[in-house]
């Protein structure tokens, strides 16, 4: 392998449907039987109210910037022929934060409060990665 | 809260680096060994006065193995894994097993070999595959730590107006202070202009908003005011301590603009029975520019959103209004992968007088503040003559 692969999310029980929905390019998160409040990163039980009751949902993945940073450095090898590139927490509606990366934009237009929407990139045969694009 | 738990029964009896910098050539447990025996001559203790070690390290069982380096039975120990806020909670801790009766003498030592071990340490990543982060931060080429505090700076650029200008202050001032401190990495001055020509890492942190990076060590040693009586140096006392935690990923960051600080100063101002007016000298952990602005805000120093402007015009710097980093920080000084022990051997040594040119005048209380983590740790320490 030539090019190096950036490195990857290992499934676990946690998690093991969220990244299966995001090979299906499907958003979802939890949310909790007990409260309702909605979850971000998937956990076995809810951060509110400590429930281990909880439904997955799918999210629509509209969402709003609420940070982001251009990355001149890269981390690893694998990030070297991507700098510049975006990263970003986005806020989405059911009340959760996340971390992705922007695409299909030029940094200069990004603005934070700007409505992003989830796009769905390949990451290797198992893996696919939820990212945002500007709305 | 229980006013004053440790009464002044506890101080800070000795303090020392190693030899801090790069390509020193010594190993993790030299360093702490060298900050050791310099520390305990510093107060004038031998090593059979230790009977409590708290070490960190990232060797395993860092206390267990600095004991046995030294030749230390303790029969009290403590690894606190915080980030770089942790020597702050060991002070804070040591002081609790101090005034329970639990221990008398308590030996704190760090060792880092981060500059040597550089490109190993970059690239490995470093996050355990099993913690979240590996799956929800890594992947997207989260450049662990600096991205998350370039996060936290973009909001309250965006939320506040704050400037890269009054960022840049923070490490022009830092800088101002490193010069006049002999065993700073870095001590040749800096301008604004300086920082906002250097090369861009993490938008809007640049280069010389970044700490150093080096290898080096540090122990303090904390004493039973009864037992440092009459020793070599003047005691510090351990006035208030607090520690907060908010989150350990920068996701789970509730809003990245305001910090644990604002929780933990809130419990050592009160422990103390003093208020940000009252402290002559601030030691904050400087790991980017955005760290510190944070932490002078949350910590009452000045009102949220107003750091920015707080920090411009050299308030910071020598001869300032509020001397702060005056070892150089971790930003010019020195950074070992944590700089939480530099802090507090800082503060001891100007409440001692001891600083020549780099001395605040008139220091009688000392505020220190140690950042862990991705803005995840905070822990306060008043410490006074």
Redesign the interface.
């Known amino acids: 392998m030539t090019e190096q692969s ?7 029980r946690d ?1 093991e449907y969220y ?1 299966a929905a995001a090979r299906r390019r499907e958003l979802v998160f939890q949310q909790c039987a007990g409260c309702r409040r909605f979850r ?2 998937p ?1 076995a039980v809810c951060p509110d109210c400590m429930s281990d009751k909880f439904e997955w949902r799918r999210s629509e993945g509209r969402g709003v910037v ?14 070297r022929d ?1 700098t510049p ?1 975006m ?3 986005i806020e989405l509606p059911e009340g959760v ?5 922007l695409i299909g934009c030029d ?1 200069a237009e990004v603005r ?2 700007m409505p992003v929407k989830v796009a769905f990139e390949d ?1 290797s045969e198992e ?1 696919t ?1 939820p990212m945002f694009r500007p709305e | 809260m229980t006013r004053d738990p440790f009464k002044r029964k506890v101080v800070i009896a000795g303090v020392a680096e190693s030899d801090c910098g790069h390509e020193v050539g010594l190993t993790i447990l030299q360093h702490q060994a060298l900050a050791a025996k310099r520390a305990l001559d510093d107060a004038g203790l031998r090593k059979s006065d230790v009977d409590a070690v708290m070490a960190v390290d990232f060797l395993g069982l860092p206390s267990l193995q600095i004991a046995e380096y030294l030749g230390i039975r303790p029969r009290f120990t403590d690894t606190t894994v915080t980030g770089g806020s942790a020597f702050e909670n060991l002070v804070e801790h040591a002081a609790l097993a101090i005034a329970a009766g639990l221990c008398n003498v308590v030996l704190i030592t760090y060792g880092s070999t981060l500059w040597s071990d550089r490109r190993r340490v ?2 490995g ?1 470093g996050v355990d ?2 913690m ?1 982060a ?11 730590p ?2 998350a505090y ?3 700076a ?2 309250h650029q ?1 939320e506040f107006g704050t400037t890269s200008e009054q960022l840049a202050e923070v490490a022009v001032a830092t800088r101002n202070w490193a010069a006049l401190n002999p065993r700073a990495l870095i001590r040749e001055p800096i301008t604004v202009e300086d920082v906002l020509r250097s ?7 640049r280069r010389l908003d970044c700490c150093v990076m080096t290898d080096g060590g540090g122990a303090v040693i904390v004493a039973s005011a009864e037992r440092a009586r009459d020793l070599r140096r003047p005691p510090v006392y351990v006035l208030g301590s607090g520690f907060c935690s908010t989150h350990l ?4 960051m509730a809003n ?1 603009t305001t910090t644990g600080a604002v929780e933990s100063g809130r419990r050592a101002f009160a422990m103390a029975g003093v208020a940000p007016a009252d402290i002559d000298v601030v030691e904050i952990y400087d790991s980017f520019t955005i760290s510190v602005v944070l932490a002078l805000e949350d910590l009452g120093f000045c009102a949220k959103g107003e750091g920015g402007s707080f920090v411009a015009g050299g308030r910071l710097g020598p001869g300032g209004e509020l001397p702060t980093n005056t070892s150089g920080g971790g930003l010019s000084y020195t950074h070992p992968g944590a700089f939480g022990i530099f802090l507090i051997i800082e503060a001891v040594r100007q409440l001692r007088g001891e600083c020549g040119a780099r001395q605040a005048p008139g220091a009688e209380l000392a505020l220190v503040h140690g950042i862990g983590g991705w803005l995840s740790s905070h822990a306060t320490l008043l410490l006074g003559r």
């Open positions: 950036r490195p990857l999310p290992k499934p676990d998690s990244w971000f990163y956990r609420y940070s982001f940073t251009v990355i001149h450095r890269a981390p690893t090898q694998a990030f991507r590139y990263l970003a927490l934060r996340m971390m992705s990366n940094p934070i409060g990451a893996i990665l | 970059i690239e990543g595959p099993r979240p590996a799956q929800f931060e890594t992947p997207y080429g989260d450049l662990s600096i991205a370039a996060l936290a973009a909001r965006h090369p861009m890492i993490a938008s809007p942190l990923t920068i996701s789970q990245l």
